[in-house]
């Protein structure tokens, strides 16, 4: 890797905010934001959209044969393409979030989305955030981050955010259906969710967005 380059790897659970976090850090110190997780989600709509059970590995490998899934950055901001077509809007549904951990855990997703992962990081100053990013698609990153928060604050800060598009769902829901994916996430055999053992552990619960971004900022700071 060119030495550089800068990457940032933070990885976390569901609901811990990463996103959000991340891309304000990213564009607090000029870096790109790569949502690694958005890749996985085009992966699953596209597999929602074929009628496909995600649950079903081979199914789910066949599927890849004539898939396109590509990030494209526009004024700093990532869109997410499947086919040439944008679905930054529909891989956010909550369909798309389960179908997105099923399908992360089939190995020739994994193999598919990597060297694009690691293309992007190779040639960007960035902040990536994923499951896996310090652990085995950025293993030599410069500053490696596990975020996290308790499941109640993560499904709280879930839930308001689907209530706010205009979602249907119930809190309980939310709060159980994130707790099937910790599961899922950190039990699975290709790569499961752990943070890097010379990761940093930054646990948000009951931090403000504002204090968790300021947070990001003071650890990538302090490490490069």
Do not use: W
């Amino acid at each position: 890797m060119n030495n550089a380059v800068v990457n940032v790897a933070i990885d976390g659970p569901a609901g811990a905010g990463k996103s959000t976090v991340s891309r304000a850090a990213a564009k607090a110190v000029g870096y790109i934001y790569v949502d690694t997780g958005a890749l996985y989600r085009a992966v699953g709509v596209n597999a929602l959209r074929k009628g496909i059970d995600t649950k079903d590995k081979p199914a789910v490998a066949a599927s890849l044969a004539d898939i396109s899934v590509d990030l494209v950055f526009e004024n700093g901001e990532q869109k997410v393409l499947l086919n040439g077509e944008n679905v930054s809007a529909e891989i956010r549904t909550p369909p798309a979030s389960m179908a997105a951990s099923d399908v992360s855990a089939v190995p020739e997703v994994r193999a598919f989305l990597f060297d694009l992962q690691r293309d992007i990081a190779k040639r960007n100053n960035c902040i990536m955030d994923g499951r896996d990013i310090g652990t085995v698609v950025l293993p030599d990153a410069k500053v490696k981050i596990f975020l996290t928060a308790s499941p109640e604050e993560r499904a709280t800060r879930r839930y308001k955010e689907l209530i706010e598009k205009g979602t249907d769902v119930k809190y309980e829901d939310v709060l159980s259906e994130l707790i099937e994916r910790d599961y899922n996430d950190s039990h699975r055999e290709i790569a499961p969710l752990k943070p890097a053992e010379d990761g940093v552990i930054l646990d948000t619960t009951g931090l403000s967005l504002e204090e968790s971004v300021n947070e990001i900022i003071r650890i990538i700071k302090e490490n490069i």
